[in-house]
């Protein structure tokens, strides 16, 4: 089968590779019929999140179910499904409290032998362990590319908003308008807030923001201390979710939120930062970070999908096939498009 693996900084490649095999009675063999590129996928493109030469990338995906084991009750081949970006054992510590996301098995698809040594799926096949916690099938009438967010990007919206606390009337600031960003903000109006603003610095991305229903604020153009200040009535917002992963979006959220507001971080750290933590203590913020609990959100996104509540597709700007993956991220890399999805 052909299989997008990471080479080297900047370099990806497509490979022929054998087919994958069952090797669990818990597991599943899919044919991929979509994935996606996503920002997680770019930490490994520059090398900050490192991996292994050859290892297939990419953890957003779509397909047809090919085997299944003996294990498997409850799919069988020829179901359309939609997966979750990380495998979990569902029988540990952290499983059994529902916090899937920690599990002491955990796996996560295309990340190399650090995060558990799982072949992604930007590939024609792909195994899939713990197939019945990992695998949805799709509800009819849902497209392959709106169902492929339940997976990953919508779980994380969802998370950071709803799965951080946000009570109906919140107001919410979400800094970063990458897709987990504009997720958030529609898990946020979903989720009952009275008003959501949306700062980035990207035209297109504050456009959409707006299309969703959000304030949109310019990072650089305006200033988003002020405009805040101005919309909550001076007292900064009840939650922020930081969707960037960089210092100075974090800070600038710790500054735009109330006393006693909560600080949702799903922008990802992987290293020492420097932020006003005495504003933070002093302001007595809540910080909830972390990548999301995907698993333990994935009936309930997708029925918002299925519901079309929560609607991804506008943030589907390219569809390419698998054999154009270098191309695919040399474009997203440029930040030329939001979600890119590849079809195999
Ligand atoms: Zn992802
Ligand atoms: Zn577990």
Known sequence: MHAVTFEAPGEVALTEKPDPELEAPTDAIIRVEATGVCGSDLHIYHGRVQIEPGFTIGHEYVGTVEAVGDGVSDLAPGDRVLGCFQVACGTCFFCRHGDFH??????????????????????ELALIPHASRTLRKIPDGLSDEVALFAGDVAGTGYHATVGAGLRAGDTVVVLGLGPVGLSAVQSALVGGASQVIAIDTVEQRLDMAKSFGAVPVHLTEQDPRAEIKTLTGGRGVDLAVEAVGNPQALELAIRLTRKCGTVSIVGVYAERVEVHMGLAWIKALRMVMGHANVIGHLDSVLALLASGR???????????????????????????????????
């Not at 943030?315 to 590849?342: F, G, W």
């Open 102 to 123: 920690k599990c002491d098995e955990s796996r996560t698809f295309g990340h190399g032998a650090t995060l558990g040594d799982l072949q992604g799926t930007q590939a």
């Open 310 to 344: 929560l609607d991804p597709s506008p943030l589907v700007t390219h569809h390419m096939p698998l054999a154009d993956a270098p191309e695919a991220y040399r474009i997203y890399d440029n930040r030329e498009a939001l979600k890119i999805v590849l079809n195999p």
